[in-house]
């Protein structure tokens, strides 16, 4: 098992272990790709889903929120494209009977070539010190000008394969880069064919009646059906956006990375309204602030990057993902995408209505263009959990597990302990816990020694522990550890509410955009 391995299945079964993450109908041996989150999971997804809306909607006096349906009028996904191309290309192995993305198969092969490069890159580094030029470098040494020869040209010709529904030749280009079913090296490829990944249902108690539907592979089509109902009662005027986050559904081939890739999983979107000509700049502003909203949480720059697409969906004319580094790499955790008119001239095709914008600046009315934020809540639930996951080891040689999530992001702010249950100590912090469970999600913990009590709240993710002495009978000062550099400090009871707001307010995170 590598690392990487190692270290994923930590994070799983902490993730289990202290309540964030379980699979789903676990009693009954789970059902594949769907997860439930559990009584800390609930919490932390619910802060991110916050610090998304504060940050995209409420900061935002062009941006207004909505929540629409996940049943919508099935003529919604023959407009959207959804019922026509909504597909990933499948291919089976005939040995292991296993089910693999084609794409996904090619594009691991180049991620594994992009891997050796890295490799070339730190050995040169190491080599030339202080005189690397890295950009240098990747343009001039052979080897690696050949690696990314490689990637460009077997990527350019799944994305030209793939444009022209060419499935025999993305078959042959597996077959011509020998890749193998990655459990057991087979070969033995079946040819290669379409899915599609929506899930149908039906709407009405008989059957000859009923209507079929399909659950929402996206919540963006929510936004574009209610795009002038939208703008008429609020009254925005271009450029404006509309956000929402909500459950999407894809029947998603392979699915088992944990809550990267769900059936079932949660979406915030933003649709942004715009004059057409103008794409160009707010795609490249969007980019630019959906990374600053990433790194205002603190996880390392490092760990971040832009994916420009080569592959461009039917829709748009540019796009571009944020990478995050997960347990397994690099992979996509959100996308920019310039949507261009498409998705409202669909709708206006498709309903015959109307979608247009009438421009009172200079007296036209357009079809505008679009430029959309995506990114899934439950890959970015992971990216946090699986980041903030750390062994540590301590001065004195013994080690902890914490878990360090940004404070403003943790699901309970901060535990109160009495230092041991009798004379009046429970009752002090128990009156804690009541003055600050107003403001913040605490926690009361009388069980086993102080010391395991910290350990527990540290894996749990808890920036804060507050615990009552007998001193505190004397002077009304309690002891505050911080979890991340477990400093200890002695603080007025009344000054609790203001040191913990201070930390987890997200005033202070949010200004760091
Ligand atoms: P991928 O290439 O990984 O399948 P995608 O390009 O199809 O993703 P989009 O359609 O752009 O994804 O969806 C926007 C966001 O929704 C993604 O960036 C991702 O964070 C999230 N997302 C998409 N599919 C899933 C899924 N099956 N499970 C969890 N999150 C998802």
């Known amino acids: 098992m590598t690392n990487q391995d190692d270290q994923f299945k930590k994070v799983i079964s902490h993730a289990k272990e202290y309540g964030y993450v379980f699979q789903s109908s676990e009693i009954y041996d789970g059902l594949s790709a769907v997860y439930d989150y559990a009584q800390n999971g609930a919490e932390l997804k619910k802060n991110i889903r916050e610090y998304w809306w504060k940050a995209m909607v409420q900061m935002n006096e062009n941006i207004v929120g909505i929540d629409a349906a996940i049943f919508m009028h099935p003529t919604t996904w023959k407009a959207s494209g959804h019922v026509d191309a909504f597909n990933d290309p499948l291919i089976d192995n005939k040995d292991s009977k296993k089910r693999y993305r084609a794409d996904v198969l090619i594009e691991d092969y180049c991620a594994k ?82 899915f599609n990944l929506m899930f149908g249902t039906k709407l009405g108690a008989s059957a000859e009646n009923a209507m079929d539907l399909y659950l929402r592979p996206e919540t963006a089509q929510g936004i574009f059906v209610n795009f002038l109902n939208v703008q008429k009662t609020s009254r925005l005027k271009i450029p404006f956006g509309i956000a929402q986050t909500g459950k999407a559904f894809r029947n998603e081939i392979v699915a088992r990375q944990f809550i990267f890739r769900m059936r079932e999983f949660e979406q915030m979107e933003m649709q942004f309204f715009i004059k057409p000509g103008t794409q160009k700049e707010w795609y490249e502003q969007w980019k ?59 709708h206006e ?6 979608l247009q914008y009438f421009d009172h600046e200079d007296n036209s009315s357009y079809v505008p263009y679009v430029v959309e934020t995506s990114i899934g809540l439950d890959r970015m639930f992971l990216a946090v959990f699986s980041n903030s996951l750390k062994e540590e080891t301590l001065e004195d040689g013994s080690t902890r597990t914490v878990l360090a999530l940004p404070s403003v992001l943790a699901p309970v702010k901060a535990a109160v302990f009495p230092l041991v249950k009798k004379d009046g100590l429970p009752e002090i912090a128990q009156q804690i816990v009541e003055e600050l469970k107003w403001d913040f999600n605490v926690v009361y913990d009388e069980k086993d020694a102080v010391g395991r009590r910290y350990r527990r709240q540290d894996a749990n993710g808890t920036p804060f522990c507050i615990t009552v002495d007998h001193d505190t009978l004397e002077d009304n000062m309690v002891t505050i550890r911080h979890r991340d550099s477990m400093q200890q400090e002695r603080v007025k009871m009344d000054a609790l509410r203001d040191i913990i707001k201070q930390d987890v307010d997200m005033r202070s995170w949010l200004m760091k955009m």
């Open 113 to 194: 070539i992009e891997a050796k490069i890295d490799k070339e890159v730190e050995k040169a580094a190491k080599r030339f010190g202080d005189s690397f030029d890295k950009a240098q470098f990747l343009a001039t040494n052979t080897r690696v000008v050949e690696y990314q020869e490689k990637i460009n040209t077997t990527l350019s010709r799944m994305a030209k394969s793939l444009e022209r529904e060419d499935l025999a030749d993305v078959k042959a280009l597996i077959e011509e880069l020998e890749i193998a079913d990655p459990l057991t090296g087979s070969r033995n490829w079946t040819d290669v064919k379409q």
């Open 288 to 346: 630019e602030t959906r990374l600053k909203w990433h790194l205002s949480l603190g996880m390392g720059a490092e760990n971040y990057r832009f994916h420009d697409h080569e592959k461009l969906a039917h829709y748009a004319d540019a796009a571009a993902d944020i990478e995050f580094k997960f347990p397994f790499g690099f992979k996509e955790l959100e996308g920019i995408h310039s949507r261009t008119d498409f998705d409202l001239s669909q």
């Open 349 to 354: 095709k498709f309903s015959g209505k109307k």
